[in-house]
């Protein structure tokens, strides 16, 4: 009987799954630009750009912000640069319509141990002191904001806010999440755009999303006029830094040996766009 009971009751379960999968896939599923992979959003952009807003100010507030003029002029200056490559993207696709979703600003946080980098929605972004010895010169920095930026533009936090309120909170809206687990919901935030970790630029992202942020960070930096095979030469000086590591399969950071042969490969897409780089 109970056998009986389980078969009658799985397959409307299977029909409404099939249902809802189909609703996700349909309207919560965007195409992310350069790869068209297509990814999970299921929040609403108005909300999760005013947490933004709401979170990048504080996190400001609570740091100290470098008062080296000559290093946070660099770090304007290519953030523009790869901002502007990033806008021509999303014209070029028929998406002009979210460039003004973007009000791009980017800063520079003086805390020497802290080698990371991060953007928020809505162009907000963050690099710490600590990354600078890593990317050298300005060209360095770009592989690094190209990266960041590249999270940014396939909205791989909207797609790991979504992963993590199906997981942690039922499917909670983000609204609803945050009027009942305001500091959960924060922390989620954090961790999804990179904000929650301090010990390096890629930990809080899953490999597909790094590999991601890699290939279309290096055709944004060629777009804004920086030799993308310097981005070989930047991770090799961060897997220096980073000295033992778990295996690949522990680890969400993709191998050293890995990245640098994908790195290789996106060579070929990204070199004719430093050829003709915007004007
Ligand atoms: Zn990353």
Not at 201 to 209: E, K
Not at 225 to 254: C, V
Request: charged share 25%; aromatic share 8%; glycine share 6%.
């Amino acid at each position: 009987m109970k056998t009986v009971r389980c078969r009658e009751n799985i397959i409307p379960r299977i029909f409404y799954t099939t249902i809802v999968m189909c609703i996700v896939f349909f309207i919560g599923c965007a195409e992310v630009p350069i790869t068209h992979r297509k990814g999970l959003r299921l929040v609403p952009k108005s909300e999760l750009l005013s947490l933004s807003l709401r979170q990048y100010d504080q996190t400001l507030k609570k740091s100290k912000l470098s008062t080296d003029q000559e290093k946070v002029k660099m770090v304007r200056r290519v953030g523009e640069r790869i901002a502007r490559s990033a806008e021509a993207f999303l014209q070029e696709s028929g998406k002009n319509q979210q460039i003004k979703d973007y009000k791009w600003e980017f800063n520079l946080i003086e805390d020497d141990k802290v080698v990371n980098a991060w953007a928020m929605p809505g162009g907000k972004v963050a690099v710490y002191t600590g990354i600078l010895p890593y990317t050298k010169d300005e060209t360095g920095l770009a592989v690094v904001m190209g990266h960041e930026v590249a999270h940014a533009l396939a909205d791989h936090g909207n797609e790991r806010m979504s992963q993590a309120l199906l997981a942690n909170m039922g499917g909670m809206a983000l609204s609803v999440a945050l009027a009942n687990k305001p500091q959960q919901t924060r922390e989620l935030f954090l961790t999804a755009f990179g904000a929650g970790a301090s010990v390096g630029l890629m930990l809080p992202y899953s490999r597909l999303h790094e590999s991601e942020a890699d290939r279309i960070g290096m055709v944004l930096m060629a777009r804004a006029g920086y030799d993308p095979r310097e981005a070989i030469t930047f991770w090799e000086r961060m897997n220096k830094k980073e000295g033992s590591r778990p295996p690949e399969f522990l680890s969400t950071h993709p191998a050293p040996a890995s990245r640098q042969a994908n790195l290789k490969t996106y060579i070929p897409e990204a070199l004719p766009y430093y050829k003709k780089p915007l004007k």
